[in-house]
């Protein structure tokens, strides 16, 4: 068990390079999501979000 805490100790990140790595994939993930609702064609979401849209001025849907 205690070679187990060791070796997993050892693949450890430092702190400022594990946030770095975590902001980056919420950064990603929060794109994406944002990159599916803004270019949605499901008529029930584009509909929510047509004025929206148009609010933004940089994403076209027509």
């Known amino acids: 068990m205690e070679k187990v805490v060791a070796t997993w100790k050892s693949l450890a990140l430092?702190?400022?390079?594990?946030?770095?790595?975590?902001?980056?994939?919420l950064l990603l993930l929060s794109g994406?999501?944002?990159y599916y609702l803004l270019g949605a064609t499901y008529p029930p979401?584009?509909?929510t979000l047509h004025d929206f849209?148009?609010?933004l001025a940089?994403?076209?849907?027509?």
């Open 45 to 47: 979401l584009h509909d």
């Open 53 to 55: 849209r148009h609010s």
């Open 32 to 34: 994406f999501i944002l």
């Open 58 to 62: 940089i994403v076209p849907c027509h």
């Open 14 to 25: 430092p702190d400022s390079l594990s946030f770095l790595i975590k902001s980056g994939m």
